[in-house]
């Protein structure tokens, strides 16, 4: 037997689902805190402070820092996903693509790609509506595209996609603001309020206006 020595007694003050590094899934994990104490012959005798917190995955144990639980879990991350492009198309639909049929198809088709396989056209008018009407969740959402102010599309668009962009790879969110470009160009050419609401995109998703004024322009020269 060691003479002396420090043990840990550790304690699980929560627990969820997170995604696991080490497993590189989903799993269930036990956040925990410890206490540190000097032992004599294994008798703890004086307190040596404080240890953790820690994340312990309840598959592999594996012990990770509480940053972990700052990365959405796959399930949470295909969500923000879909919301993402939903959000994109009724953007674009709302900045006056709803007028066009081409449009409104390339939106349904988007949306229903991204996950919303049941929406059809109609939802996303009604949508579009809603918020033209003031009756959405910001008032004059719809109004600021043709305003040039873009406050109230600014924060929606950073609430469905803000979150989202640091967990995405540039090409990643190169690929949200392209789908929006399709769409929009789907009757023609960009319209002025269409290129502030993808200007709008691009900075929610922390691209640079340099690189979304490239790829916009990129996206117009691509063959439909």
């Known amino acids: 037997m060691r003479v002396w020595g420090v043990c840990t007694t550790w304690h699980t003050v929560g627990d969820g689902e997170f995604f696991c ?20 012959l294994g008798v703890p005798v004086l307190a040596r402070g404080d240890a953790g917190p820690v994340v312990v995955c ?8 509480t940053d972990v639980l700052d990365h959405p ?3 949470r991350f295909s969500a923000m996903l879909r919301d993402a492009v939903h959000t994109v198309a009724l953007a674009v639909l709302a900045a006056g693509g709803a007028e066009a049929r081409p449009t409104r198809e390339a939106a349904v088709c988007a949306v229903r790609a991204a996950g919303f396989t049941d929406c059809t056209e109609r939802q996303l008018l009604s949508l579009v509506e809603a918020l033209a009407a003031d009756t959405g969740r910001l008032p004059g959402w719809a ?8 406050t109230a599309l600014t924060i929606e668009l950073h ?3 803000g979150p989202l962009a640091p967990h995405l790879a540039p090409a990643g969110r190169e690929g949200i603001l392209l789908k929006g470009a399709r769409i929009a160009l789907a009757d023609g050419p960009y319209g002025p309020a269409e290129r502030e609401a993808l200007s709008a995109v691009g900075a929610a998703l922390s ?5 979304t004024e490239r790829l916009l322009a990129a996206a117009a020269r691509t063959p439909s």
Do not use: K, M, Q, W
Request: proline share 2%; hydrophobic share 15%.
């Open 143 to 150: 109004e600021d595209f043709h305003e040039h102010s873009g």
């Open 73 to 75: 879990t796959t399930t």
């Open 207 to 211: 691209i640079c206006h340099e690189d």
């Open 58 to 65: 309840s598959s592999c144990h594996g012990r990770f820092g």
């Open 21 to 40: 590094p080490g497993c590189g899934g989903d799993r269930n994990y036990r956040r925990r805190t410890g206490r540190r104490r000097l032992t004599v």
């Open 159 to 161: 609430e469905a996609l």
